[in-house]
């Protein structure tokens, strides 16, 4: 199979999106399987309908010269709009690459909307840049099923640079005794160049020799630099550099920052490459909780993350890693690592060729180990009598970007029965059937039936956002002394806050979820007399035996509030209603039986 990439954003364009179109020329084209086409005058396409009909003569004839097959579209508007109707009229498949502001920018204007709707979902494949991307396109009706997260690699890495280049670029600005904080990024609205520049006014009343080197250019330099200017911040604006010379200030610099945010049209960062190219130089990074800044920074492992627009957290930030030398080598280290291993040319390459050979394969639990290993993970999935649920579940655990898990789901008892259409060979997911005996029942057999080091409970109604797998194995494997890692998660639209872990918080109220990651080794088993707060139940007899957890500040799943599901909430507000329902009756009885167990004091908070 040959691809044809088309795209209006190519080299010699700067930024991310072209650094990403040229990623996959590269990785396809090695192999031989990609041809791309380069439009010479790409703003044209947004001039008017002249510009991109024209389209629908040249991509057909660019197929033919190419000898390829299936085209790939860079933009989904308006060069998608080509792709559809060629699959329409022709049948030419086509996979679309999304990077978040594209589909932002759609979803905004109805047209545009209904435009990238039916090209999404005629779509051959889906490739997001980032989670964040990936549930933006889901909005927009793709199918699940052909929905690929593929990150972008790393492109400036120490390899560009010697390590002569570090004292060169200090001394060429007289920053040899400065604590340098460098921000790489076209200087537009949304990047937060302004929120920096005020937070370094903070920092330097503490940090006088403080200095801000910034790589990049863009319409709002001349504003950033009379900000500068009114602040009275030392700052370098070094313009937009090669990648050679900017890995030479990755390398110099003490840290990293850049604190975008999300612009009342739409404009939102949609991944954050240049967090990773900083952590592969061993850098701390700090960014903001903004569109898909939280999958490339990794607060309290690799770096902070801080609220948008906030210059005095990101002072406090930039203090804190300044001062505590010791937090900022664990973070760059740690950066190092995962960027390392989680974001080179190669995982990029494995992770593009392994789409575009399985565009749609809902159960491809993809693993990089030999058959016959134990995975790390195994993923125990108990159902009854819920099938459209299942199929979303195990479609979101397929698409996680830690691959080396097993999952099992455990029919319990559903009428009629439960029918996974997969092949066994292709995929670690296996049935098992047994008479129906309960939730708590199912998930124990789970536990039996695998042997992996880490395990978690995943009822047929919950959804993992793609890193969900890869976030809790990385808080784990930073802290040993905690038995499971567990999150916020939403319940249909109510959300479930985190809270850091507290033992005397756990023992007034139930508050986290069964879906957390556990060490097997800690694992007791559920209590399989009990019909609710089986989770509560796990979570205090863990701690009676000196097991604690690890708190995750972010929603990593969702539950699909359905019928016949396993899943149940009952609404605090009914706790407060002068009338005590049946639900509530039923909650407080359940409640108390747990109570009685552990001996907890006191009603139940909450």
Known sequence: MRFLLASSDLPPRRGGVARYHTAVVQALGEDGAVHHVRFDHPASFGAGHRHWLRLLWELPAALRRHRASTLIIGEILPIGTVAWVLRTVLGTPYVVVC????????????????????????????????????????????????????PPPIGITPALTQPAQTPDVRRAHHLEHSRMVLSVGRLVARKGFDTLIQAMTIVQRTHPRATLVVVGDGPERQALEALARTERVSIRFLGALDDAETAAWYAACDVFALLPRELTDGDVEGFGIVYLEAGAFGKPVIGTRSGGVPEAVIGGETGVLIPPDDPAAAAGAITLLLRDREIAERFGHAGAQRAATEFSRERFNERLHRALVHPSRPFSFSHEKEKGTKPRIAVVVPVWNDRGSLRRCLTALAGQT?????????????????EL???????????????????????????????????MFCDADIELIPNALERMVRTLDAHPEASYAYSAFRFGWKL????????????????????????????????????????WDLWLTMLERGHVGIHIPEVLFTIRNTRGTMSRWVPSFMHRLPWRSRRVREYDAAAEIVQRKHQLPGRLTG
Not at 104 to 111: D, K, M
Not at 402 to 418: A, K, L, Q, R
Not at 506 to 518: E, S
């Open 99 to 150: 990077h978040g502001l594209d589909l932002r920018n759609a979803l905004r204007v109805p047209r545009r909307r209904w435009l990238a709707c039916r090209i999404l979902r005629r779509a051959q494949l889906v490739i997001a840049n980032s989670a964040h991307t990936e549930a933006t396109a889901r909005l927009l009706g793709a199918d699940p099923s052909r929905l690929h997260v593929i």
């Open 402 to 418: 830690f691959s080396d898990i097993e999952v099992v789901v455990i029919d319990d008892g559903s009428t009629p029965p439960v």
């Open 421 to 455: 259409r997969v092949k066994s060979d292709e995929v670690r997911v296996r049935l098992i059937r047994q008479e129906h005996a309960g939730a708590p029942a199912a998930r124990n057999r789970g536990a039996r039936e695998t042997e992996s080091e880490l395990i």
């Open 496 to 535: 479930f806050r985190s809270f850091p872990f507290d033992a005397g918080l756990l023992r007034r109220m139930p508050h986290i979820h069964t879906t957390a990651l556990t060490r097997r080794a800690h694992f007791p088993g559920f209590d399989e007399s009990l019909t609710r707060f089986q989770d």
